[in-house]
């Protein structure tokens, strides 16, 4: 008998799969399960790296979700700055799958955030979203009646999503000890006091952000019925780790789980799938060219490889004039 390799194709061989591939373009790395239409109503949460896919979508007018847009008297070099356009509401990056579940509970009036509102010089600012007002917010009252506003903008997000694109960033988060309220940044960070009687450092575990995924998919599913999710993971590493370790290996673990919680979730559910964007960025055979000086930022090449993966994969007519994903900005 033979190898049961003896009659696999190529792309099952790293010689020929890989390293003999160009790395902007690699045959039959990505195979969507379903598929994802330009008038498909798109919901987009996420990380950092999540805003270049709700950009690119919206840039070649697919039907991206977007139920807290700028105030139209607003300059369009500030809606971006202001939590604008980034994403389908004005959440801002939503790094943990945690901190994304927690999200559509509060919306739906489940869950209420400990601690909401945090100070810095004089100034109020929302603990679930503290950099959508980069001056803050006059008074307490004033960040919860924005916030308000912002839940409701949730529900009819998730209401009017027939697929949700959801990028994992982070395994390491901070959390409120009575509550379990997690946030997006550190207390003390952009705005808040960093109190350790009241915060704990939280690094997820792949069985716990494998189970918030599954509970996440269940909340979207019950608001939404046939909803699609199609996930991603960041190729951003750490800025910084709070672990005591060396932010290298935390960052590799970070990135490991969340990836190893992705397709744990696409082989086992129907209506998720894995885009191997991640995979697209690190690729050894793209030399680091897709990142910028700092080793962390993704440049446009970059950003347009792994869009240009996408769209191939999901849209009948790919030769497009001016690939949108190339002129992107940020």
Not at 102 to 128: I, M
Not at 167 to 196: F, I, K, M, N
Request: hydrophobic content about 40%; proline content about 7%; charged content about 20%.
């Amino acid at each position: 008998m033979g190898s049961p390799y003896d009659h696999l194709p190529s792309s099952a061989f790293w010689r020929s799969g890989v390293a003999e591939q160009d790395p902007a373009a690699i045959e039959t790395l990505y195979v969507p399960k379903f598929p994802v239409t330009p008038d498909m109503r798109i919901m987009t949460a996420g990380s950092c790296f999540a805003q270049h896919v709700h950009r690119n979508l919206a840039a070649r007018d697919w039907a991206v979700v977007d139920t807290e847009p700028a105030p139209a008297e607003m300059a369009m070099e500030d809606r971006a700055r202001h939590g604008y356009g980034l994403y389908s509401a004005r959440y801002g990056n939503v790094y943990t799958v945690r901190q994304m579940l927690q999200l559509l509970r509060e919306a739906a009036g489940e869950v209420t955030p400990a601690e909401p509102v945090w100070q810095r010089d004089g100034r109020f600012f929302d603990a679930q979203r503290p950099n959508i007002e980069p001056t803050g917010f006059e008074s307490a009252e004033a960040v919860m009646e924005a916030r308000n506003s912002h839940l409701r903008a949730v529900r009819e997000a998730i209401g009017q999503a027939e697929v949700l694109v959801f990028t994992l960033g982070l395994t390491e988060c901070w959390q409120h000890r009575d509550s379990g309220t997690v946030y997006p940044t550190a207390p003390g960070t952009l705005a808040g006091t960093y109190d350790p009687d009241i915060y704990m450092f939280r690094n997820f575990t792949l069985p716990e952000v494998r189970d918030d995924l599954i509970a996440l998919r269940d909340h979207v599913t019950a608001c939404a019925p046939g909803i699609k999710m199609v996930l991603t993971v960041s190729p951003v590493p750490l800025t910084a780790t709070a672990t005591g370790g060396h932010v290298l290996p935390a960052a590799a673990y970070s990135k490991a789980v969340l990836r190893g919680a992705a397709g744990e979730m696409a082989q086992r559910f129907e209506d998720v799938d894995y885009v191997p964007s991640f995979e697209v960025i690190t690729n050894p055979a793209a030399k680091g060219r897709y990142y910028k000086a700092n080793l962390r930022s993704v440049t446009e090449e970059g950003v347009a490889a792994a869009m240009r993966m996408f769209f191939a994969a999901h849209e009948t007519d790919t030769t497009e004039a001016a690939d949108p994903a190339a002129r992107m900005t940020h």
